[in-house]
């Protein structure tokens, strides 16, 4: 299994349901066997400024790609991409 975790933080405050909703598309990809896109509580003291994270679990390599290929991947890369500032992401087989 890989789990694939990716942290936002936004250009605007103003910007961040905006972004949350075009992240929140891609919980609609059936090629996960989880996927949440959440809004971050930062409740953590030491350098928290991630505003949102995408978590996600796949069955393997080829899911994940699937997953990266589909069109509402692209359409939330379009709408949320010129709203970011950072964007930082991780995948690890578990």
């Known amino acids: 299994m890989i789990r694939h975790m990716v942290f936002?933080?936004?250009k605007?405050?103003?910007?961040?349901a905006a972004a949350e909703a075009g992240l929140k598309r891609?919980?609609?990809v059936s090629d996960a066997d989880v996927l949440q896109v959440r809004r971050n509580?930062?409740?953590d003291q030491l350098g928290n400024e991630v505003d949102l994270v995408v978590y996600g679990e796949f069955a393997d390599a080829d899911k994940l790609?699937?997953?990266k290929d589909?069109?509402?991947y692209e359409e939330a890369i379009a709408l949320?991409?010129?709203?970011r500032d950072l964007r930082i992401a991780a995948?690890?087989?578990v």
């Not at 949320?80 to 709203?83: A, D, N, T």
Request: hydrophobic share 50%; aromatic share 8%.
């Open 26 to 28: 891609l919980e609609q």
């Open 8 to 10: 936002f933080t936004v």
């Open 12 to 16: 605007n405050p103003a910007d961040l």
């Open 80 to 83: 949320v991409r010129p709203l």
């Open 91 to 93: 995948d690890v087989e």
């Open 65 to 67: 790609a699937a997953f």
């Open 41 to 43: 509580l930062q409740r």
């Open 70 to 72: 589909h069109p509402l």
